[in-house]
């Protein structure tokens, strides 16, 4: 009944022709893949040599990577909840992991109820809205995850910093499943076009994954990332309250584990990949692989001691910096590269342009289809990113500006300064820079869902493990 009502209003409005009516599965399908925790150490950015990624480089091959893509925020929960939505955490108010999204996002106004109305299967599996806060309603098919998994022996991290090797099988965590409803979904015969989402838990943490996946990053070989001491000297105070220095990176300077930390992330990333290489086996497989979209998306960056940051959490390059993949049939060239500066907005504009969907009013991103095409072409959009009430990033191929919401500033030239170390806002030879990039910060920003927000992630007990993950 769903599906016939949806074609109904196809009909009705004319974005479907009668005679067209019985083609609805040509439409193309999309598979969804959505990565947590994920920042810019993938082999095909070239940021980390270390990291191991054979499977998402492949994918990457496939089509267009972007070597420029940020999230909209660097927390899970906003993050997701502004690309699920189309909406900005300046305009709904979701700024941290306990606000509720469903208070202030109506299921309407959704990217997987624009497609299910518009007539596609809608299935999905794993981490796509923050834990907690899943409305299955919006889905025709969302299987829980299965129960716990397997727990480390011995020491588990650094105090919030959570990593240790399992003795168990691949198939024991619940990525794996997760991969497999989404390889049963490529494999099906559908009557109609589909839209399959798979959302991957690691590398978020814990860093818990088989042992042999932190043996393919041998300890002994481990360098740190790029960090220089004393670099928060030129932050401004709300920047440096963000970082919380005296938290997780002291901890880590004085347990001597810094390096097992590093080899912990990279040992969740390679499992990730692993996955991804089972799921695009299955897309190679797939009788409808000619006529599937794929888009790879990580919700935000991670910061593993840069800038003595640890987590996300913070509007720098890494915390903010997430990979975005494309795939389109017809459409992208194999081995094709962006550097276009975008964020994970465009991704509902961008899926409803390739669909035929008239994007909803409230969307507020703009289609990326042009660069897709040709990944070379005019793009004057900057990336923009927020984290907590009324502090932006605003981020363009060649800068970063940051304002907090006292009016701290920070300004990087990205050129010359990739790292981030030297911090420009100050200088008065870059005040027409920071008025340039100022001009794209919002010119409203609601207050806190619930109204409190900023009180949640400083929480205590479980709010602020929550707030934290």
């Not at 070597?67 to 909406?87: D, E, F, H, I």
């Not at 299955?136 to 480390?152: A, F, I, L, N």
């Amino acid at each position: 009944m769903k599906r016939i009502l949806a074609t109904l209003a196809l009909l009705a409005s004319g974005i479907l022709p009668a005679a067209a009516a019985d083609a609805a599965p040509s439409k193309p399908n999309v598979l969804f893949i959505a990565i947590d925790d994920l920042n810019h150490w993938v082999g095909y950015l070239g940021r980390n040599k270390q990291t191991i990624t054979p499977n998402i480089d492949k994918l990457a091959a496939r089509g267009v990577r972007f070597t420029r893509s940020y999230c909209a925020a660097p927390v899970c929960n906003p993050s997701r909840a502004a690309l699920m939505s189309g909406m900005r955490p300046s305009t709904t108010g979701v700024y941290s992991n306990n606000e509720d999204w469903r208070t202030v996002i109506p299921e309407e106004k959704t990217l997987i109820t624009t497609f299910r109305n518009a007539g596609y299967f809608t299935g999905g599996a794993g981490k796509i809205y923050h834990g907690g806060f899943d409305r299955t309603s919006e889905w025709e098919d969302y299987p829980k995850e299965k129960g716990k998994e397997p727990k480390p022996k011995g020491s588990d991290g650094v105090g919030g910093i959570k990593f240790a090797p399992l003795d168990c099988a691949d198939s024991d965590l619940s990525d794996w499943g997760i991969t497999d409803y989404a390889i049963e979904q490529l494999g099906k015969k559908h009557d109609r076009p589909i839209f399959i989402a798979c959302g991957l838990h690691k590398p978020h943490m814990p860093w818990n994954v088989p042992q042999k996946y932190y043996d393919m990053h041998p300890l002994d070989k481990i360098e740190l990332p790029p960090h220089l001491e004393g670099d928060l000297a030129d932050v401004p105070p709300a920047g440096v309250k963000m970082a919380r220095p005296e938290g997780d990176h002291a901890a880590m300077l004085k347990s001597g584990r810094w390096k097992e930390a590093v080899q912990g992330y990279l040992a969740a990333i390679s499992y990730t990949d692993m996955n991804i290489g089972r799921l695009m086996e299955a897309y190679d497989k797939s009788p409808i692989k000619d006529n599937t979209i794929i888009v790879f998306w990580g919700d935000h960056g991670w910061h593993l001691g840069e800038k003595e940051h640890w987590r996300k959490f913070a509007l720098w390059e890494e915390s903010t910096r997430a990979p975005m993949l494309w795939v389109v049939p017809g459409l992208t060239k194999p081995d094709s590269l962006c550097e276009r500066t975008v964020d994970c907005m465009s991704i509902y504009p961008t899926l409803c342009d390739l669909a035929g969907i008239p994007k909803p009013a409230h969307v507020e991103g703009k289609s990326i289809k042009s660069l897709l095409a040709d990944p070379k072409s005019a793009w004057d959009t900057p990336a923009l990113t927020t984290h907590m009430y009324n502090n932006h990033a605003v981020r363009s191929e060649g800068w970063r500006y940051i304002r907090y919401a006292n009016g701290d500033e920070e300004l990087y030239d990205e050129t010359k300064d990739p790292l981030e170390y030297k911090n420009l806002a100050g200088d008065s030879n870059f005040a027409d820079k920071k008025a340039e990039l100022a001009k794209w910060l919002p010119t409203s920003n609601k207050e806190p869902a619930a109204g409190k927000g900023e009180d949640k992630q400083k929480g205590k007990g479980k709010k602020k493990k929550a707030a934290a993950e």
